[in-house]
């Protein structure tokens, strides 16, 4: 398993930018499938985002397609959301997550590596 630490979550106005980081420790990371998935107050948590061991391969859910861009750096271990246009409704803790395989499922279940999460607050 690999240890994560997200980072580089705030507060924002809506229609604003952040950039969330998740440093990541561990002989894995480099051959480790990333995701970003995000819960809201009295809400499940939701998949955001996932990019494949080698940055080839993304998926988004629906609701953050066009806005956020996941991205990873296998030299410094460490993976980014850059999310852009945010809405009142991206507000959320986000979490860090990886598992070893790409799969079909979006299902937190799925992934046993977890970070411990930074609050995105977006303001209307």
């Known amino acids: 398993q690999v240890q994560l630490v997200e980072s580089g979550g705030g507060l924002v106005q809506a229609g604003g930018s952040l950039r969330l980081s998740c440093a990541a420790s561990?002989?894995?990371?480099?051959?480790?499938?990333m995701a970003w998935f995000r819960q809201a107050p009295g809400k499940e948590r939701e998949f955001v985002a996932r990019?494949?061991?080698?940055?080839?391969?993304?998926d988004y859910a629906d609701s953050v397609k066009g806005r956020f861009t996941i991205s990873r750096d296998n030299a410094k271990n460490t993976v980014f959301l850059q999310m852009n246009s945010l809405k009142p409704d991206d507000t959320a803790v986000y979490y860090c997550?990886?598992?070893?395989?790409?799969?079909?499922?979006?299902?937190?279940?799925?992934?046993?590596?977890w970070g411990q999460g930074t609050q995105v607050t977006v303001s209307s």
């Open positions: 561990g002989r894995t990371f480099s051959s480790s499938v």
């Open positions: 997550a990886a598992r070893t395989t790409w799969g079909t499922k979006r299902d937190p279940a799925d992934f046993p590596s």
């Open positions: 990019i494949s061991w080698s940055g080839s391969n993304t």
